[in-house]
């Protein structure tokens, strides 16, 4: 009996040893591949082969090379050559009624309209699931923020990126109007002051969710009904309750370009380029923030077309401003910061300046956790004292849960692969 049990001890005492030992193998391989990560960072070469196809702010610049300089990306030989496309010049007026300058505070963002229960998603087919289109409109003093904007979006993202930028100068005399973004089927439409937080990708996925109608999305303006703008200050028709905001709007150009839109003019149905500028002659002296009224006084005519992105998709300061209302960001951080009123750019809202100039220092070939995750953790410290500032990680969880994703991509999936090899 005496041996029996000194056998079983000595088999419990050798199974703990083995298993310990497994336990501190793999410490120690995690270890080494954190150690790795720290030291090499992303420097290697980067997953993410991005096609870039800019349009110019000036007449035969390479914005392409203007954007890579600027920020002193991955040298060249990094990427694939024959993945990047030519550049398209591509420009048009400014936006109706909008001035490149601060948006005044008395503008309140406030909506909460919620996608209606009966629109059921149907799958969409796109036209080139490897590509994503995405514009935005750069004029007066943007450029900088057009840069930083464009700089978020190649973060982050896996598949292939078109830009294009509409510039205020007139278009060149071999362009007509009629052919700009004729071949496109989708596109996703920022303003110059949004910053992406987590891979364009995802937001282009929404495509898949519009049912058989529903042909663009946008956020509400607010989650707040009572305290909106256009619910207090409208003179014109605007969507749902209180309305939308037109700073990340996703499109389906194929569709809008085959819809006979419901309108205020006539009874009949109007194309979209049959009725826009109409439309502006009969509301144009109660339009305040330019193409964004005009948005809403279309989608209240036609509510069945506009899908309804969730709040933390269009972040602005007016949702923490007044006190955290956006229960979305809360629960899965900002995927899409929009820094409007001019946040970037002064001392208002530190937390929301703090996240742009962190994405604007930070260097490609830098480690990501070091040059930008810890940095911004040390700069929010300061703006604690802010009603933003008190709710810091609705501003980190999702860009930190984004720089998990590309660490696991770009090193532990990348060395894993060469160990098998």
């Not at 973060?155 to 930028?165: E, P, T």
């Not at 278009?171 to 009629?178: D, I």
């Not at 990680?393 to 984004?402: A, D, H, N, P, S």
Request: with cysteine.
């Amino acid at each position: 009996r005496r041996r029996r049990r000194r056998l079983r001890g000595a088999e419990a005492a050798w199974r703990a040893m083995k298993l310990y030992c497994k336990v501190v193998a793999l410490a120690l391989c995690l270890g080494i591949l954190l150690l790795l990560y720290l030291f090499v960072g992303n420097a290697d070469e980067p997953p993410l082969k991005v096609a870039l196809a800019l349009a110019s702010s000036r007449p035969g610049a390479d914005v392409a090379s203007a954007l890579r300089a600027h920020f002193r990306p991955v040298p060249p030989a990094a990427a694939e050559p024959e993945e990047e496309e030519a550049a398209q010049v591509s420009r048009r007026e400014p936006r109706l009624h909008k001035k490149p300058g601060k948006r005044s505070a008395a503008r309140g963002k406030f909506a909460s309209v919620r996608r209606p229960k009966d629109q059921k998603p149907s799958t969409v087919e796109l036209s080139s699931p490897q590509c994503m289109h995405l514009a935005v409109v750069a004029c007066g003093d943007r450029l900088e923020e057009t840069l930083i904007m464009l700089k978020s979006a190649v973060l982050f993202s896996n598949r292939k990126l078109k830009f294009h930028i509409f510039a205020e100068d007139s278009l060149k005399p071999e362009f007509e109007r009629k052919m700009i973004l004729k071949d496109v089927d989708s596109l996703l439409y920022v303003d110059t002051d949004v910053l992406f937080l987590r891979p364009i990708d995802d937001i282009w996925d929404f495509l898949r969710e519009f049912n058989a109608t529903q042909l663009a999305a946008m956020a509400p303006e607010h989650e707040i009904p009572k305290i909106g703008w256009y619910s207090r200050f409208a003179r014109h028709p605007y969507y749902g309750t209180t309305g939308v905001n037109s700073g990340v709007m996703l499109m389906n150009l194929t569709r809008i370009r085959n819809t006979q839109f419901k309108n205020s003019m006539i009874p009949t149905g109007l194309t979209w380029e049959e009725m826009l500028y109409p439309l502006y002659q009969k509301y144009k002296n109660y339009i305040t923030w330019g193409d964004q009224d005009l948005l809403n006084i279309i989608f209240s005519f036609n509510p069945e077309c506009l899908y309804l992105f969730p709040c933390q998709w269009n972040y602005r300061p007016d949702h923490c401003m007044y006190g955290s209302n956006c229960k979305g960001a809360e629960e899965e951080g900002i995927s899409i910061l929009h820094g409007n009123r001019g946040v970037y750019h002064d001392d208002k809202q530190p937390t929301f300046k703090a996240l742009y100039e962190v994405i604007r220092d930070f260097s490609f070939e830098d480690n990501l956790f070091q040059s930008m995750y810890y940095p911004l953790q040390s700069k929010f410290l300061d703006t604690v004292h802010t009603l933003c500032g008190r709710i810091p990680q609705v501003f980190l969880k999702q860009i930190e849960r984004t720089m998990k994703k590309l660490y696991e991509n770009r090193v532990v999936v990348h060395i894993g692969a060469n160990i098998r090899l």
